[in-house]
């Protein structure tokens, strides 16, 4: 079993270039399947989402190659199948987009139930009111679903809840429907700028992505080109708030500044300095932090996915802070890990609150989700002593290269692996509670 190790650390100090958005990344590989010619992606992270999207690709004829350069050539001109391996659906949570991309080249997609990251089974139900409105049938099996479509119309779709996956799944399908698509509160998160203009880049027509009313006009064909993915705000983020952790000076490089204002804002609001420039943001913090309050929204608000590391950081704020969690209500689960580690923090119904101030000793704990995995990162940081953290496949899910990354900072981080026999009661019960 492999774990990682965080022993407490001095203040972080240097600066890191930020991988491309894991987000966007998943999203723009499937969207490569409505080319019908050869497309480049350049800034694609090597995590393990692509392995299995690779296993995907094989099964159903999409070729997908990492050049020498980097970059993630793909050929989808051999596809022949849209039937989805349940057991491969289930291993991540975006598999839906390959019906959206699909959809119009087959009329026919069978696919898996989404797995990945599971914050109380992630509803796919604005998907399907989508895909129906488009003039899909869809039909629900025990591991799988079916959606099937002679032709695809274009329709005006109203979202009753803004859904970043949702708006990306439509424009996918709608690309190649036939008429105009409408779509209203839909979300504006870069992630769905960024296929919008992978999407125009290859020929669609999408006007509006960014703003919560998009219009697109179908077309029969689309072509192929080099992209170049935008870099990942979450996992920025969560470097900048590694700078308060201990007090520290920390620069992300590579990074859209604008994508990141909700989260510079509440490090202010914190007290941690940010000077921003054209393309890198520096956070430095004395190491003395203030209470707040986050209230999580979609896009340009603060992002769920960020949360759980700034939990980790206001345990290090004097004073009560409060975390209200409005996407994902049930996304608490780092918080009985928090726990092991000697954090205060109750949550009642939507909401943790927390004690910062006091002190952390090293434990097992596990990681449950990509950034719940982060968040025990951060606070081993703080923590006296060591702390092993396993479950690490969901860090390495969003993660190219986080443990060089915060070693490079002066992080006491490394990977390590206990043998299976050595496994006792102590190192099993964060898995049971």
């Not at 480049?40 to 692509?50: A, F, V």
């Not at 669609?204 to 072509?223: F, H, M």
């Not at 943001?281 to 700034?310: C, E, V």
Request: overall charge positive; some cysteine.
């Amino acid at each position: 079993m492999n774990y990682i190790q965080v022993q407490k650390s001095g203040p972080l100090k240097g600066a890191v270039t930020i991988q491309g958005s894991k987000n966007s990344s998943l999203a723009l590989l499937a969207a490569s399947c409505l080319a019908d010619s050869t497309v480049t992606l350049d800034g694609i992270p090597n995590i393990e989402d692509l392995r299995i999207i690779r296993q995907i690709g094989m099964d159903i004829g999409l070729d997908i190659v990492r050049l020498p350069s980097g970059e993630l050539f793909m050929d989808p001109r051999k596809l022949h199948s849209a039937v989805i391996d349940p057991g491969k659906a289930s291993a991540y949570r975006a598999s839906y987009y390959f019906v959206g991309a699909l959809l119009a080249k087959f009329g026919k997609v069978t696919v898996g139930f989404p797995g990945g990251d599971d914050f109380v089974s992630r509803p796919i139900d604005q998907h399907i009111k989508a895909f129906r409105m488009l003039g899909a049938e869809v039909t629900f099996h025990n591991d799988h679903y079916v959606v099937e479509a002679k032709q695809l119309r274009g329709a005006d779709i109203y979202f009753d809840m803004i859904t970043s996956g949702a708006t990306i799944n439509t424009m996918l399908a709608a690309v190649r429907a036939k008429g105009r698509t409408r779509l209203t509160n839909a979300a504006t998160d870069p992630e769905v700028v960024d296929t919008a203009n992978f999407l125009n880049m290859l020929g669609a027509r999408i006007i509006g992505a960014g703003t919560d009313q998009i219009r697109i006009e179908g077309v029969p064909y689309l072509g192929g080109g080099a992209y170049q993915v935008i870099p990942d705000r979450l996992i920025a983020g969560s470097f900048l708030m590694s700078a308060g952790i201990n007090g520290g000076s920390v620069t992300v490089r590579n990074v859209i500044p604008e994508h990141l204002g909700s989260c510079t804002a509440k490090l202010r609001e914190i007290g941690m300095e940010i000077v921003i420039d054209d393309q890198n943001i520096t956070a430095h913090s004395n190491g003395k932090l203030r209470a707040t309050r986050i209230r999580t929204g979609m896009y340009p608000g603060f992002a769920t996915d960020l949360q759980q590391p700034f939990t980790a950081l206001l345990l290090q704020s004097m004073g009560k802070s409060i975390v209200t969690e409005r996407v994902y209500p049930k996304r608490f689960s780092h918080v009985q890990q928090l726990k092991r580690l000697g954090a205060n923090i109750e949550v009642r119904k939507e909401s943790a609150f927390i004690k910062g101030g006091v002190p952390l000793i090293g434990n097992w704990v596990h990681a449950t989700d990509v950034r719940a995995g982060t968040c025990l990162l951060l606070a081993g940081l703080a923590a006296e002593g060591s702390t092993k953290i396993t479950g690490i496949e969901h860090i390495q899910r969003g993660n190219e290269n986080a443990i060089e990354l915060f070693r490079s900072l002066g992080a006491r981080i490394s990977l390590e692996q206990l043998d299976e026999g050595a496994v006792n009661s102590e190192i099993r019960a964060p898995y049971s509670g």
